[in-house]
């Protein structure tokens, strides 16, 4: 079975940044679904202060090789 990771994107610095590992699909795209998971629609303190800090940013999947 195919395991995928959670990368979160830094516009500002093109840095990513592995977040999650071992997700299913179905559990990949139900997380980048939540508007927590992108500095234009998260409202969440957290999240607001990440954007404040770094920039925008937002989640993504991808399959996970284990890199």
């Known amino acids: 079975m195919e395991q995928y990771k959670i990368v979160r ?3 500002k610095t093109y840095r990513h940044r ?3 590992r071992g997700l299913t ?3 990949a795209r139900r997380h980048c679904q939540n508007p927590e998971t992108s500095s234009t629609t ?3 303190p957290h999240n ?3 954007t404040r800090r770094l920039g925008p940013w937002f989640d993504g999947y991808d ?3 284990g890199k």
């Open 63 to 65: 399959k996970d090789t």
């Open 25 to 27: 699909l179905e559990e």
């Open 42 to 44: 998260a409202k969440l």
């Open 18 to 20: 592995t977040i999650r």
């Open 48 to 50: 607001t202060a990440r």
């Open 9 to 11: 994107s830094y516009f």
